[in-house]
């Protein structure tokens, strides 16, 4: 009996080790808050981890009361994950990972999330349409299309652009009547 319970002993250890080896899945989850912590976008990776919206919400809820009086960058450890945080004006941006994540690894990716959003949002802010067509490095001789077709692609990214940007005002005039 004790030969067939040292091979389950070793196995189980094993994988106990396993499991506390980084892996390449390193994000959890990402999200980001506004400054009452209600949701404005998220993706949750690991879709064990909280797999209900309920549970998503209960979490990011936690996570929000934990994180949302530092004026700094910030990393937490809630729920036994590692989240690292950024506030910018009043948005707060989190990227989640396991309690044996690296905490640079995970900064590397929030870094790399707020600069995106940062090239994408100055294209979205431009009002002049050859500016944009610049900005998107859209090239005529790359995409073969007939002067009509090039017309309504114009047409419908500035019709885009104008909605985002409009959104994006009032975003910005609700945060400055708070």
Known sequence: MTAQTCPRQHQRTTMEIASLEPS??????????????NR????????????????QKNFEKNVFNKTHKADTDEIAFVEGMTIVYKCSIDLFFYVVGSAQENELMLMAVLN???????????????????????????RADENPLSEQSVAQ??????????????SAKEQIKWSILK
């Open 24 to 37: 390449l899945y390193t994000v959890k989850a990402v999200f980001i808050l506004d400054n009452d912590g």
């Open 153 to 166: 692609h114009i047409t419908d990214k500035l019709a885009m652009t104008s909605n985002i940007m409009q």
């Open 40 to 55: 404005l976008l998220s993706k949750y990776y690991d879709t064990e981890l909280y797999p209900s919206m309920k549970e």
């Open 112 to 138: 790399c999330l707020l600069e995106s959003l940062g090239q994408i949002l100055r294209v979205i802010l431009e009002s002049d349409p050859q500016q944009v067509i610049q900005k998107v490095n859209y």
